[in-house]
């Protein structure tokens, strides 16, 4: 049977080439997605990648949203947390809303839909959970104590859950993406942006479908022997 594969904030930016890569490589791809119908419903056409809208910060939601593409497509057996979002400032300005959020979107996101699928995984003695981080969570960012914490306890939830996955055939990495040419790094102010660029020695953001060849490659097979790794995408800007 084909494999089932989720991904979260699938329909836009680095999961949007994700969701494709994905599909290309035979899987049966579920795309959830959060907030924007009209991107969604246009991804879902344009592709024929079936779409579903859930919060992924929202415990519940994870769950049913997860039995509800095992009702439709089949048991899921790969995860992609890659939905994300950020709210940048200075801490003095940071509320705690914003700090709260970040956490709850990028970081329990992650929770969660570890808690809707790793059990199943366990059982079937095969799974692929790949979590999305961020050069900012391993090297920190001005005006990013939000996401640089939640990045950074991905990669921690990446290791301690990989040691639990390990001997039932469930592989759980991390990729680390540099600056990607996304909405989300369009939103940087281009002052900012630049002196980013100019530190990155390849010269360039990197492209969505660069992270998502590197995600294929760890939900397939070949990668069964890779396990609690982080893989470092950001065009030599952190060699970690
Ligand atoms: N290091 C040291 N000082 C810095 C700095 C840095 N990196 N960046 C800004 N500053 C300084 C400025 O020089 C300025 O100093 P003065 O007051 O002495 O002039 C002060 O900090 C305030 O800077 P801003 O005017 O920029 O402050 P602001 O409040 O208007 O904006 C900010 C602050 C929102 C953090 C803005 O600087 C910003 O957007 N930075 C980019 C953050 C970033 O890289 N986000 C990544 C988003 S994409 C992503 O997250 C994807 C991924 O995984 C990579």
Not at 15 to 41: C, D, F, M, P, W
Not at 129 to 147: D, E, K, P, R, W
Not at 176 to 188: E, K, L, S
Request: charged residues 15%.
């Amino acid at each position: 049977m084909t494999k089932v594969a989720v991904v979260t904030g699938g329909t836009r930016g680095i999961g949007e080439a994700i969701s494709l890569a994905l599909q290309e490589k035979g899987y049966t791809v579920a795309a959830n997605y959060g907030g924007n119908e009209e991107r969604a419903h246009a991804f879902s056409r344009r592709t024929g990648i079936a779409i579903f809208k859930w919060d992924v910060g929202d415990h519940q939601a994870c769950l049913d949203g997860c039995a509800t593409v095992s009702e439709t497509l089949g048991p899921v057996d790969i995860v992609v947390n890659n939905a994300g979002i950020t709210r940048d400032s200075v801490l003095f300005k940071m509320s705690f809303d914003d700090w709260n959020e970040v956490l709850r979107i990028n970081l329990g996101g992650c929770f969660n839909m570890a808690k809707a699928v790793f059990g199943g995984m366990r059982e079937r003695g095969w799974g692929r959970i790949v979590n999305i981080g961020s050069v900012n969570g391993q090297a920190g960012q001005y005006g990013q104590a939000n996401y640089a914490a939640a990045k950074s306890g991905i990669h921690g939830f990446t290791k301690a859950l990989a040691q639990e996955g390990a001997k039932h055939g469930v592989t759980v990495n991390a990729i680390a993406p540099g600056y990607i040419d996304t909405d989300m790094v369009a939103a940087v102010p281009p002052p900012v942006l630049d002196k980013i660029v100019a530190s990155i020695p390849v010269g360039r953001l990197g492209q969505p479908q660069e992270i998502a060849r590197g995600v294929a490659f760890l939900c397939s097979d070949d990668a069964a022997f890779i396990t609690g790794s982080t893989l470092s995408m950001n065009g030599g800007q952190h060699m970690y």
